[in-house]
């Protein structure tokens, strides 16, 4: 989502680093180009000018334009009040003292709503917590059933009701279902519409007033940009929020709406949604994305989302095969399948600080649907081709391409861009990924 706007930020900062000593001129021509950019990106405009106001006048403060490295004082400026407008610090769900604890969930139709509500279902019961889903959205035709499919999927309860109830009612009885199973966690999906009007808002705060949650979460699609703001704003005032979820996080927008929705709804972002999968719903971290943002990566959440499918020895053994540069096409199918079980390629390559920028100037290809193709032609590579792929000659490559139903080309291409896959690792080893004010 934010490839546009980090390349963006790496030119504008490679430049300043070039400069050496920084005058006020030199500052106000490079927050020209940051203004521009998250403007671009379809940030609020008040949110833009309060960001370049503050950063301007803490760059301009004497100790950074006198100090020997000012530049890398102007990104470290850039990158704290971009954690500012995300919200500062994350915010963690609120826990009942006296279970279940309540979760609403509100928002509009298409926000992935229903989705979301499954998704922390399963984020809570992977914490070892026992949810109980509740199907209280009676506008939308399906959403009960779509409900109650994804509940057996994860073994998640769902309490539903014909819909000629009215879902304040659901919710009633299903919290004294909930206490019968002992559940920890209540998550009602509660109705929308395609746009907000006044029975949307007098039914969801009866909801409210019978549920008594602790948590109400307003559901927004990212992609939808200042609308997702302006639906947050309406929620809040009407409803009364306690946080939001991003969803579509992994979707082609430019991000304005991940930048400007805390700052212009005063409410916190507490999770972002990031594939289609149940388990893509991470807990939201302003430093992270900012840091993404920024180019730097995300390490702790690639350690975590690598905590959870990789082996400990497995992963050391990793980290040196990349350290120096000696993945083969052996390690490097095996590991292709357990950064799959991570997620889409896509993602974690801008986890990693400078992986993204090198990707981008190499035109390193990253596809997820080319990962079978892939697979289909290593598999078709005796041992010792895999290990050494520099005797693979043209006998051998036809061999292959009959054997895993490729052509010959296609071969080429593979050997191509493992190749350009070493020369990444080795300048990644090197510090040469990284922006070149933080090396």
């Known amino acids: 989502m934010f490839e546009v706007l980090s390349e963006k930020f790496g030119n504008i900062f490679k430049r300043l680093g070039n400069k050496g000593r920084l005058t006020e001129k030199d500052v106000d021509e490079a927050l020209r180009e940051v203004r521009l950019a998250l403007l671009e990106a379809d940030v609020n405009f008040k949110v833009v000018k309060d960001f370049i106001g503050r950063v301007r006048e803490r760059s301009l403060d004497i100790q950074v334009l006198d100090s020997l490295t000012p530049a890398q004082h102007v990104f470290k400026i850039v990158n704290e009040e971009l954690i500012a407008i995300l919200g500062g610090s994350p915010s963690h769900l609120v826990v009942s003292n006296h279970p279940p604890t309540v979760v609403m969930l509100v ?13 922390l ?9 026992r949810p109980l889903l509740v199907a209280a959205d009676h506008r939308r035709p ?7 499919i994804l509940g057996k999927q994860l073994e998640i309860p769902v309490y539903s009701e014909n819909t000629s109830e009215k879902p304040a009612s ?17 998550i009602a999906d509660t109705g929308g519409r395609l746009h907000i009007d006044e029975a949307m808002m007098r039914e969801a705060a009866e909801i409210k007033r019978e549920l008594k949650p602790n948590e109400v979460l307003v559901v927004v699609d990212a992609m939808t940009g200042q609308d997702a703001v302006r639906a947050a704003e309406e ?19 430019r991000g304005g709406a991940a930048l400007s929705i805390t700052s212009v709804s005063g409410v916190p972002i507490k999770f972002i949604g990031t594939g289609e999968k149940t388990d893509a719903l991470e807990t939201f971290f302003p430093d992270r994305l900012a840091s993404r943002i920024l180019g730097m990566g995300d390490m702790l959440t690639f350690i975590e989302k690598a905590e959870k ?5 497995e992963a050391i053994r990793l980290e040196k095969k990349v350290r120096h540069a000696t993945l083969d096409l052996e390690d490097f199918l095996g590991q292709l399948k357990q950064m799959q079980k991570m997620g889409p390629l896509s993602q974690l390559v801008e986890m990693l600080p400078g992986l993204s920028s090198i990707a981008r100037r190499t035109s390193v290809e990253i596809d997820d649907k080319k990962l079978i193709k892939v697979e289909a032609i290593i598999l078709s590579m005796t041992p010792q081709e895999r290990r050494n ?7 051998r490559r036809r061999r292959i391409a009959r054997g895993s139903g490729t052509t010959p080309q296609e071969i080429n291409q593979l050997l191509n861009q493992f190749r350009q896959a070493q020369k990444l690792m080795k300048q990644v080893a090197r510090g040469k990924g990284l922006p070149s004010i933080l090396r």
Do not use: Y
């Open 235 to 253: 929620f809040h005032a009407k409803v009364g929020l306690t946080g939001l979820i991003l969803t579509k996080m992994d979707g082609d927008a």
């Open 121 to 129: 279902a399963q984020h809570l019961k992977s914490s070892g917590q």
């Open 309 to 313: 499918t990789i082996e400990v020895a």
């Open 170 to 186: 659901v919710c009633s009885h299903a919290l004294k279902h909930a206490r019968k199973l002992v559940s920890t966690w209540v």
């Open 107 to 119: 928002g509009l139709h298409g926000s992935g709503k229903t989705t979301t509500a499954a998704k």
């Open 142 to 148: 399906a959403a009960i059933e779509q409900l109650i």
């Open 389 to 395: 792929p520099n005797i693979i000659d043209g006998s």
